[in-house]
């Protein structure tokens, strides 16, 4: 199990009444225990199922809900109704609940006993009308929720409610993200900032300033063994490459490197961070050529690399909210085989067979996605504070089907907005010394960038091939927050209207507030 998943659970709620007597609700009780342990079985869904019982009455799901709120360790709630449970007994629980709600929509037994059918058994076994009553009281209420239709035991139903489950544990771990920003945001760029105050009131992540002198109080306590040591742990997971910067400064850049890795991690551990953002124009002392300077040589790629890849968020430029999502995507995509990264549009090549968008970064990719063992290189980075040499790892990307997400702040509300994109083998770019992917935004380039751009999305992205637009939706429902995805079935016409109506729908939405 993924570390991210291993103390969280699932509390699974089976609906039932006290109608048809107790001895139906011990074998209510009986199927609802074997479906559970199916469940945890069948090794799909990554975090644990816990069965928490039979609810017969308002009483007993108000209850369980209410524990559920105060249990830490409860991702989400999924309910089914094995019985007819008359839904007005749900009203209460579901007004007092504050946990993601899945309705898994699904029977004990696969097919109808044709030549045994009676009464009895069709009063235990009505999911199909149950269900429905259920499904009418959260429609009725708003409840957001997911709802999962198919056989328990089917690997198709059990993927869907992995899906919710993965998601769930991201949304549980967004309300404990502390993320920091290493200096501001980059100066007069707009998509990277917004409001943080309503973003952790809707979303959970909460987003500090941190001086970059407190920054440098930490680098400075590293010593020159633990950068040593460090480095060495470079040598057996990368291939080194020294260029034209020759031995002896690759050596120190790596080094110069390694101390910022060691002093970000402390501060992130000491402060209780998952996240972070930096800023190529706050780095420490301004200048470089004091006697007395004290600061990072350049911006420290690297570690941002490889705290990436451990799990911390990341945004570049002071890009909270990537940062931020970042993390949840990770949470994500735990125990799924291809990875995640944080990538900035960078170029486009028009190109007659088949036209493409570079993603990249000046340093920050996580080799996650790499295809390759990546290099361990050093070469001068001429943007920012600081116009110097500085290490990063460089790499290209698998190749394959992807998905990109952000947030943007429009004012009134949050936007997800997902792009399916189709990753692909670039040509060689022998003097692009930085970590790249390369990609066709679906459809079409032209109608998949072009709708980005009409959703008013950013440059910066939380990319992933194994978390889909599925996983998306279902984090922007239990977020509240808007969600629209662009996809092989994306029209500009459709897209254009899909934004007018939403505009409409969030517009009422406040008004009626």
């Given at each position: 199990m993924a570390k991210a998943f291993e103390n969280l659970e699932l509390w699974w709620i089976t609906g039932a009444q006290l109608l048809y007597g107790g001895e139906t609700v011990k074998i209510v009780d009986g199927h609802s225990q074997e479906m559970v342990a199916g469940l945890n079985e069948g090794g799909v869904i990554p975090v644990k199922v816990v069965y928490k019982g039979?609810?017969?009455s308002s009483k007993e799901v108000e209850a369980i809900m209410l524990e559920a709120n105060n249990a830490p360790q409860c991702a989400g709630v999924i309910t089914w109704m094995h019985t007819f449970s008359p839904a007005k007994m749900w009203?209460?629980?579901?007004?007092?609940l504050k946990k993601p709600l899945l309705h898994f929509h699904t029977q004990y037994n696969a097919e109808i006993p044709w030549s045994t059918m009676d009464m009895d058994f069709m009063n235990l076994n009505q999911s199909a009308h149950g269900d429905i009553e259920y499904?009418?009281?959260?429609?009725?209420?708003?409840?957001p929720r997911k709802v999962v239709v198919g056989y328990w035991k089917s690997?198709?139903?059990?993927?869907?409610i992995a899906i919710w489950a993965r998601v769930a544990a991201a949304v549980n771990d967004a309300h404990d993200v502390r993320c920091l920003m290493f200096g501001m945001n980059m100066n007069n760029v707009a998509v990277t900032d917004g409001d943080r105050v309503e973003f952790e009131q809707r979303l959970g992540y909460h987003v500090d300033y941190y001086p970059v002198s407190s920054l440098m109080d930490y680098l400075k306590k590293v010593t020159d063994a633990e950068a040593d040591a460090l480095v060495e742990e470079y040598k057996q997971l990368y291939t080194i490459k020294i260029d034209e910067c020759g031995e002896q400064v690759y050596w120190e850049k790596v080094k110069n490197a390694a101390k910022a890795?060691?002093?970000?991690?402390?501060?992130?551990?000491?402060?209780?961070?998952?996240?972070?953002?930096t800023n190529f124009d706050d780095l420490g002392d301004a200048d470089i050529t004091a006697p007395d300077f004290f600061g990072f040589d350049q911006i420290?790629?690297?570690a941002c690399q490889r705290l990436m890849a451990e799990g911390i968020g990341f945004g570049a430029e002071g890009d909270w909210k990537t940062a931020c999502l970042y993390r949840s995507i990770w949470v994500m995509n735990q125990g799924l085989p291809k990875g995640c990264s944080f990538l900035e549009d960078y170029t486009l090549n028009f190109a007659e067979d088949c036209t493409s968008s570079l993603q990249s970064h000046m340093l920050e990719v996580t080799?996650?996605?790499?295809?390759?063992k990546p290099k361990l290189e050093v070469h001068f980075l001429g943007i920012g504070i600081r116009k110097q040499e500085t290490a990063r790892l460089v790499f290209t990307s698998k190749t394959g089907s992807g998905c990109k997400a952000t947030i943007v702040d429009l004012g009134n509300r949050f936007r997800l907005i997902t792009s399916d994109v189709e990753c692909i083998e670039p040509k060689p770019m022998p003097k692009l010394p930085v970590a790249s992917a390369l990609w066709v935004p679906q459809p079409t380039f032209e109608i998949g960038a072009g709708a980005w751009i009409l959703a008013g999305g950013t440059h910066h992205s939380a990319f992933s091939y194994d978390i889909t637009a599925e996983y998306w939706e279902d984090f922007a429902d239990m977020m509240g927050i808007e969600f629209i995805?662009?996809?092989k079935d994306t029209t500009i016409s459709g897209f254009k209207q899909q934004l007018r109506n939403n505009e409409i729908y969030y517009m009422l939405n406040k008004a009626l507030m």
């Open positions: 039979t609810a017969n009203i209460k629980g579901l007004q007092r499904g009418h009281i959260c429609t009725r209420m708003r409840i690997k198709e139903a059990q993927e869907k890795e060691i002093a970000i991690r402390r501060v992130l551990k000491d402060e209780g961070a998952t996240a972070f953002t420290p790629g690297l080799p996650l996605i790499a295809s390759d995805g662009i996809n």
